[in-house]
């Protein structure tokens, strides 16, 4: 782990609860806390951490969510499933299934079922 994590700059701990289909695009930093649960076919991008908050609580992630590069996600906070994350978004609130969220702080602008559409690549079937 420790080595991978030197040469990758990975800081995913060993029995982290990641579902298939996970990718990262590129190589970068990525910091994932162990308590974090990230569902099927999730994409994220460099720079991404996903985090604990002072009480010890981390994300909840759901099924086909894309986090885009420099975005924080942190607290005890549930990402429905289809759901885009732009680059450089801080989200520390529940976001519901079929959502873009944009912005530091991250707000919400549109809910549509195809947000996601073309933005993951190699899907594990559901």
Known sequence: YKKYS???GYQIPVGTAIDGGFQIIHTGHVI???LAHIGKNCTVFPGVTIGQDRSGYSPEIGNRVFIGTNSILVGRIKLGNNIL???G???NF???DNSLVIGNPG???LKDEKIINGYLNNLVED
């Open 94 to 96: 529940d976001v519901p």
């Open 32 to 34: 994932i806390n162990p």
């Open 89 to 91: 978004s801080f989200v």
């Open 107 to 109: 707000k919400i602008y």
């Open 6 to 8: 030197l040469v990758y």
């Open 85 to 87: 994350i732009a680059p």
